[in-house]
């Protein structure tokens, strides 16, 4: 007897529905794409009981033909693509005619929906993946499905559900996430009976950052834009003083899709390494527009992963852009008082004319496919923010005249600036160690770092793993000023270290650095970051050691010299301004 059976219909259908949905998340995440995809100009999302009772999706887009709806939940049934070919063009959320098939399968299913020019509406009620009914209705323009007991046939998958806050939360990310994404349309967002947010259509993408992060999202920002050769970037991007303690807050979209892209992210990331602290996260909302043959949208079932054909390309010129933009934007960070909580929260600004608006037409191309992301690919991108002009200025050009006063706690540099009535205290390590990381880095980049010999060579003893590191990676050390030796089977000799910090305890310092190489040390300069940030930390000024005016002075006239002289290496703060104005409302003396 055969031992390998064909399963039935069901039971496929059944195991497909659990590779698209996972979670209430994913149902409202395909039901909202396909509104978009239907030229909507508004979208409410309702959930109830985390939505593993309760969804409703309602959009004003094109509706669904009653011929078309009979077919809509049967799988691989769509009307994005043609054949195979269309793949490599695909501008639409969707395109596998995978999802509402899924849906229906573990769900129950309730339709509402009306085209333009039909008098009337079609309603359907499917159960199991099947129409068991359907006629017509009233009802304007549009669709509204309603998604009822998930999982309801599947009850093995409902025990794997997380609790109702929990799988609300992750309806939230997706709904904020897809709002964010698409400042030209109207969003509405109601959680168990209460309205969590609600977007106006025909705003900026910076009103929809103030609306839906907060005004502290939109008062840290950066705006970018740029052009390459093959695609366009714009957003925002956190400055120096804005981060958050993890990636929840970093919005990437390729094509108004939003994506996860490992390489993109942990390229931003190393660009702010320095400049904010460690284990601590920028904040970046971007949009790249690229041509859709030079990505593969269709490597998970989800479609929030794609690779791009010239990934090493988008790093390349991402990785400039981001670095000139950072730099304009460093900034001295202001301490908040305590009496600051107080203040009346201004009003949102006015971010747009409105008589300036330009939205494009949202209505769809002859392939059914609308014409919002291919706007967006064929033109720049317009920002109907009106911005501060933000004038560029060197921290030289801020301390050139100040008085220094002292040192507090053998720690913090006092200087005055008494035209500008504001006080700075600069943290001596932090500023130190700037000016050694970023003094050390250039002579790395130039391969030009200064060896001294040192009159009695250090033997140090390691084990055999060890050993082998150090004999793989001679190179690396010479490159940062280490003349290492093997010394025996499994010891090694130093007898030259980098002139620039004088004579460093080798041992340690040799150490520590050892301890942090691994096995990616050839993967660039990024990687061998740690270990210039370790080297300028164990070498500078240390809180507590005392400093005399001389010293003290030239300390502040090489930080004014630095490419970023606002943060240490490990992204701490190296220099804090507080105004007179601010000292005297502590004070009382004004309010």
């Known amino acids: 007897m055969s031992k390998i059976k064909i399963l039935d219909e069901l039971t496929i259908q059944k195991i497909a529905a659990g590779e ?70 695909i501008m639409s959320f969707g395109f596998r005619g995978e ?58 998958r409902e025990n794997f559900l997380m609790s109702d806050s929990a799988e609300a939360n992750h309806v939230s990310d997706i709904v904020y996430r897809l709002a964010l994404g698409n400042p030209g ?62 990636r929840s807050h970093q919005y990437l979209y390729v094509n108004n899709r939003y994506i996860k892209n490992q390489n993109i992210a942990s390229l931003i990331n190393d660009r702010y390494k320095s400049i904010i602290p460690i284990n601590r996260f920028p904040v970046f909302i971007l949009f790249i527009n690229i041509e859709p043959e030079l990505i593969d949208v269709n490597i998970h079932p989800t479609k929030e992963e794609i690779k791009f054909m010239n990934q090493q390309q988008i790093n390349r010129e991402l990785e400039h852009i981001l670095e000139e933009t950072i730099k304009k934007h460093l900034s001295i960070p202001k301490p908040s008082f305590t009496h600051r909580h107080d203040k009346v929260v201004d009003e949102l600004p006015l971010l747009y004319d409105s008589n300036s608006l330009n939205i494009p037409d949202m209505s769809t191309n002859s392939k059914g496919i609308s014409n919002k992301s291919s706007y967006f690919a064929e033109n720049e991108i317009i920002d109907y923010a009106k911005e501060e002009v933000k004038e560029d200025y060197k921290l030289k050009d801020v301390l050139k005249d100040v008085k220094i006063i002292g040192s507090i706690f053998s720690t913090y540099v006092l200087a005055e600036d008494l035209e ?26 130039k391969e030009d770092i200064a060896i001294q010999n040192i009159l009695k060579p250090e033997i140090i003893e390691l084990n055999n793993a060890e050993t082998q590191t150090v004999i793989e990676n001679m190179d690396f050390f010479r490159k940062i000023g280490f003349v290492v030796e093997r010394f025996g089977t499994n010891s090694i000799i130093i007898r030259g ?41 164990v070498n500078a000024i240390k809180g507590g050691d005392r400093m005399n005016e001389v010293e003290i002075k030239c300390l502040i006239d090489q930080l004014c010299d630095m490419e970023n002289p606002y943060t240490c290496p490990h992204g701490r703060p190296v220099i804090i301004e507080i105004s007179k104005k601010d000292i005297d409302k502590e004070f009382k003396r004004i309010t």
């Open 20 to 89: 698209v949905i996972e979670r209430p998340a994913s149902i409202v995440k395909e039901l909202v794409e396909n509104s978009l995809d239907a030229a909507s100009s508004s979208i409410t999302i309702e959930i109830r009981d985390g939505g593993k009772s309760y969804i409703r999706v309602t959009d004003d887009g094109d509706g669904i033909a009653r011929e078309d709806l009979k077919i809509a939940f049967k799988r691989h049934s769509t009307s994005k693509l043609a054949n195979a070919d269309d793949l490599y063009q």
């Open 99 to 156: 999802a509402l098939a899924s849906i229906a399968t573990i769900s129950k299913v309730e339709v509402l929906t009306k085209t333009a020019g039909n008098p009337v509406g079609t309603h359907a009620y499917l159960e199991g993946g099947d129409i068991v009914k359907m006629g017509s209705v009233g009802c304007p323009k549009g669709t509204t499905m309603i998604v009822t007991d998930m999982f309801y046939n599947v009850p093995v």
């Open 185 to 246: 349309i109207s969003f509405k967002y109601i959680r168990d009976n209460r309205i969590v947010f609600k977007t106006s259509k025909n705003k900026s993408l910076v009103s929809n950052i103030y609306s839906l992060l907060g005004k502290d999202f939109y008062e840290n920002l950066i705006k970018l834009r740029y052009t390459g050769s093959n695609f366009k970037v714009h957003g925002y991007i956190s400055n120096n003083k804005f981060y958050r303690s993890n």
């Open 420 to 445: 500008s009535n504001k006080l700075f205290i600069i943290d001596q390590h932090a500023a130190h160690e700037r000016i050694m990381y970023e003094r050390f880095k250039e002579e790395y980049l």
């Open 497 to 537: 270290v980098p002139i620039l910090f004088g004579t460093p305890q080798i041992k340690n310092l040799f150490l520590d650095i050892l301890d942090t190489i691994g096995s990616d040390i050839e993967s660039g300069y990024e990687v061998k970051l740690d270990k210039i940030i370790k080297i300028a930390c």
